[in-house]
């Protein structure tokens, strides 16, 4: 296992030690400094490494096994174990490939449907009055072989012409937007809520009937402020999360 450097943390910051030294750590999985099986380094080892007690170390690694990260095997140690978990990162904005990428997880997409469809009102109200066709697409996206997100993704026409030539259970959406049809993807706003699933979602999602699970409105901009895609996912709460960083502005 590869040696970690020194590591200091913010001391004056609103944001808890034990949460700095667990993100610091998750980055260190997340670029393999600490793989899949490694041992962690000791508590007595963490803490001269962080500058920091006894409590904040545990507090970091107990977070950690409950997100997955890690595992504690009696009379070993605590080990770096292969997350069952999404936990999207809304600090950036990545494609589902590039996130489950970052998180040495194995994804895989499923196109159910593409069609074109007639701008309506609800378009209208996202998209402007410009767009008169849209294509509309339905995907299932897997982590680890587990149906884990249903999503259906509007992009207007007339901005990414004869999209039907691309088959996007092998390409992303995303890529395909920026490299073939030149878009600078710029940002996206985000609206979570939770509802109960569906007959048909649970049916996808192989969860139950009514179950809890995420619904995700995105509406993504290019660099020009115009909307060129909007998706709206159904995610099970059991497969994933999501954080984000908050600083404390004055």
């Given at each position: 296992?590869?040696?970690?450097?020194?590591?200091e943390?913010?001391?004056?910051?609103?944001?808890?030690?034990?949460?700095?030294?667990?993100e610091?750590m998750i980055?260190?999985?997340?670029?393999?400094v600490y793989k899949?099986n490694?041992?962690l380094?000791s508590?007595t080892?963490l803490m001269?490494?962080y500058?920091?007690s006894?409590?904040?170390?545990r507090?970091?690694?107990d977070l950690?096994?409950?997100?997955?990260?890690?595992?504690?095997?009696?009379?070993?140690?605590t080990?770096?174990?292969?997350?069952n978990?999404?936990?999207?990162?809304?600090?950036?904005l990545r494609?589902?490939n590039e996130?489950?990428s970052?998180?040495n997880?194995v994804?895989?997409?499923?196109?159910l449907?593409m069609?074109?469809?007639?701008?309506?009102?609800?378009l209208?109200g996202i998209?402007?009055?410009?767009?008169s066709?849209?294509?509309?697409?339905?995907r299932?996206?897997f982590?680890?072989?587990?149906?884990s997100?249903?999503v259906?993704t509007y992009v207007p026409?007339?901005?990414a012409?004869d999209?039907?030539?691309?088959?996007f259970?092998e390409?992303s959406l995303?890529?395909?937007?920026r490299?073939?049809y030149g878009?600078k993807?710029?940002?996206?706003?985000?609206t979570?809520r939770?509802?109960n699933a569906?007959p048909?979602?649970?049916?996808m999602?192989?969860?139950?009937?009514?179950v809890?699970?995420?619904l995700?409105?995105?509406?993504?901009y290019?660099?020009k402020d115009?909307?060129?895609?909007y998706?709206?996912s159904?995610d099970?709460?059991d497969?994933n999360?999501?954080?984000?960083?908050?600083?404390?502005k004055e």
């Open positions: 296992m590869a040696n970690s450097a020194q590591y943390l913010e001391k004056n910051s609103p944001i808890p030690l034990y949460f700095q030294l667990k610091d980055q260190k999985i997340s670029d393999k899949v490694d041992s380094p508590e080892q001269t490494m500058g920091v006894r409590t904040t170390v507090q970091a690694i950690l096994v409950s997100e997955g990260y890690l595992e504690k095997r009696r009379g070993v140690g080990f770096v174990t292969k997350p978990l999404n936990l999207w990162d809304l600090a950036e494609s589902f996130e489950a970052r998180q997880l994804a895989r997409t499923e196109l449907s069609k074109r469809i007639k701008a309506n009102d609800a209208k998209f402007g009055e410009g767009p066709l849209y294509y509309k697409l339905e299932l996206r982590i680890e072989n587990e149906p997100v249903l259906t026409v007339d901005i012409p999209l039907e030539r691309f088959n259970s390409v995303f890529s395909t937007l490299e073939y878009l993807i710029s940002y996206a706003n985000k979570f939770a509802i569906s048909e979602d649970a049916r999602l192989k969860v139950e009937p009514d809890a699970i995420q995700v409105d995105t509406v993504t290019d660099d115009r909307v060129i895609e998706s709206l159904r099970r709460g497969l999360r999501f954080k984000v960083r908050l600083r404390y």
